[in-house]
């Protein structure tokens, strides 16, 4: 099993709808999750942190973490064609000092 | 946020030689960085992480004397790509962890492309 997981397909969503991704991780003890975006030909960039269970607001973007069912989610919501990129979530696997990543997930926002 | 920043950010060299990728960290200390290599249209790999006044620790698969990595000060890292090869083109980005150690931040990334 992976330690990360994010098996969407490319999500197409037009502008103005919400962009609702998922991800899953495998280790139950980890305390650390993120969401990088990463547009063409660039490196990532950190958008949310999340630690607690529950929703976590900034701006456009809403991180929501369900440590029960080791599941963290990102929202987008009026999507803006500048969201146009890859999301990659992360876990800071316990006891390790390493980031663990999902593929990711390419978001097309259509005008 | 904390800043990373990578020199060179493009370089493009002939097969044989050795080409020395910087990461700094500008405005924190950073005991551990980490290398990661990027395939176009593939995910992150984690090459290996990078410890201040120790050896780095590599992942598997990653031939550590090709792969040179250095991390003599609490501000700088560096990946020295020895005998480089078409083959070895990639993206090559760094990262590191705040003083918190709660986020991790990457550098702008390093196009190397051999040829």
């Known amino acids: 099993q992976k330690e990360v997981e994010q098996n969407s397909g490319p999500l197409s969503v037009p502008e103005g709808a919400i962009a609702s991704l998922n991800c899953t991780y495998s280790d139950r003890g980890s305390q650390s999750f993120f969401w990088y975006r990463q547009y063409s030909g660039k490196s990532p960039e950190l958008i949310m942190s999340?630690?607690?269970?529950g929703d976590k607001e900034d701006g456009r973007f809403t991180a929501q973490l369900n440590k029960a069912s080791q599941y963290v989610s990102l929202l987008i919501r009026d999507s803006q064609p500048s969201d146009s990129a890859t999301y990659l979530c992360?876990?800071?696997?316990?006891?390790?000092?390493?980031?663990?990543f999902g593929k990711g997930n390419q978001v097309v926002v259509i005008p | 946020g904390a800043v990373v920043s990578q020199h060179p950010s493009r370089v493009i060299c002939k097969s044989g030689t050795s080409v020395k990728i910087e990461c700094r960290s500008l405005?924190?200390?950073?005991?551990?960085m980490f290398w990661y290599r990027q395939f176009p249209k593939k995910s992150l790999m984690l090459m290996a992480t990078?410890?201040?006044?120790?050896?780095?620790?590599?992942e598997q698969g990653v031939e550590k004397d090709k792969f040179l990595i250095n991390h003599a000060s609490l501000t700088l890292s560096t990946l020295t790509v020895t005998s480089a090869h078409p083959e070895d083109s990639s993206f090559y980005i760094c990262?590191?962890?705040?003083?918190?150690?709660?986020?991790?931040?990457f550098g702008p990334g390093t196009r190397l492309t051999v040829l």
């Open positions: 999340i630690y607690s269970n």
């Open positions: 990262s590191a962890w705040t003083p918190k150690g709660n986020e991790q931040f």
């Open positions: 992360a876990v800071n696997i316990r006891g390790n000092n390493r980031l663990a």
């Open positions: 990078s410890n201040e006044g120790s050896k780095a620790t590599y």
């Open positions: 405005d924190f200390q950073a005991t551990t």
